[in-house]
Nanobody
């Protein structure tokens, strides 16, 4: 069994910063891409940023220059440093992993439960 657990959400004023972390644990053989997604009320879930095992990164245009994704392959963790946050970025932020279990099965969409980020104006 695999678990992804996020932490670091909370309430912050516009222009402030938060750092989200996600730890993957369980019967994991390897993790390919890890990413952060967000879903605001009444809106579709969207990719914020993702990072490959080789640390190639990809960002949504709206967060480029403000957010930084990083990972620790040895610890199976991924983090998202968010700076200059905007009220419209209030959402539930979820971690996703593309991983291979010790049984040799690839899972394209293992998700965490999510963490709430609220940005006040």
């Amino acid at each position: 069994q695999v678990q992804l657990v996020e932490s670091g959400g909370g309430l912050v004023q516009a222009g402030g910063s938060l750092r989200l972390s996600c730890a993957a644990s369980g019967s994991i053989a390897s993790i390919s891409t890890m990413g952060w997604y967000r879903q605001a009320p009444g809106k579709q879930r969207e990719l914020v940023a993702d990072i490959t095992s080789g640390r190639t990164t990809n960002y949504a245009d709206s967060v480029k220059g403000r957010f930084t994704i990083s990972r620790d392959n040895a610890k199976n963790t991924v983090s998202l440093q968010m700076n200059s946050l905007k009220p419209e970025e209030t959402a539930v932020y979820c971690c996703k992993a593309y991983l291979r279990s010790v049984a040799g099965i690839w899972y394209n969409d293992y998700w965490g439960q999510g963490t709430q980020v609220t940005v006040s104006s």
